[in-house]
């Protein structure tokens, strides 16, 4: 009876030995997969964060292309509105003149005619120049006889 109680003991320790290594080597692999998850998830997380910086770099890049040309359509702006503005101060300037001297000194009237047109033809002329800059080929209109 000793020995089988010895064997008995000496299997059930054996077994003991086993279930401790097993219970170790699934203690292993549960923490590796666990590991792996959370390995996993924060990659996935890096991703979305990747992901969201380069929406926000394109975003950004978008922003600078817009107010690049704010800037430029306001600096086209100012320059439309100093041409006209000198060249409508000019003409008013002048028939304001005129209308003041047509009673005392008539033959002002022609010469202040004369300006005025000559001043609305240039601003005219200048804001031509001006869109011209701004139009591309495709959007320019077709020569006309006098171009031709």
Do not use: K, N
């Amino acid at each position: 009876m000793d020995r089988y109680g010895e064997t008995s003991i000496g299997r059930g320790s054996v077994s003991l030995q086993w279930a401790l290594i097993l219970s170790g080597v699934a203690a292993s692999l549960y923490l590796a997969a666990l590991g792996l998850g959370i390995a996993l998830q924060l990659g996935g997380r890096g991703l979305q964060v990747r992901e969201r910086l380069e929406v926000a770099e394109a975003d950004l890049e978008v922003a600078g292309v817009e107010l690049r040309i704010a800037q430029e359509r306001s600096g086209i702006a100012q320059e439309v509105h100093d041409v006209l503005a000198h060249s409508l101060a000019v003409v008013v300037a002048v028939a304001d003149g005129s209308r003041f001297l047509r009673e005392t000194r008539p033959e002002t009237t022609e010469e202040a005619l004369r300006e005025i047109a000559g001043t609305a033809r240039s601003a005219l002329l200048d804001l031509r120049g001006l869109t011209e800059e701004l139009t591309d080929d495709a959007h320019r209109p077709q020569p006309g006889l006098a171009d031709l």
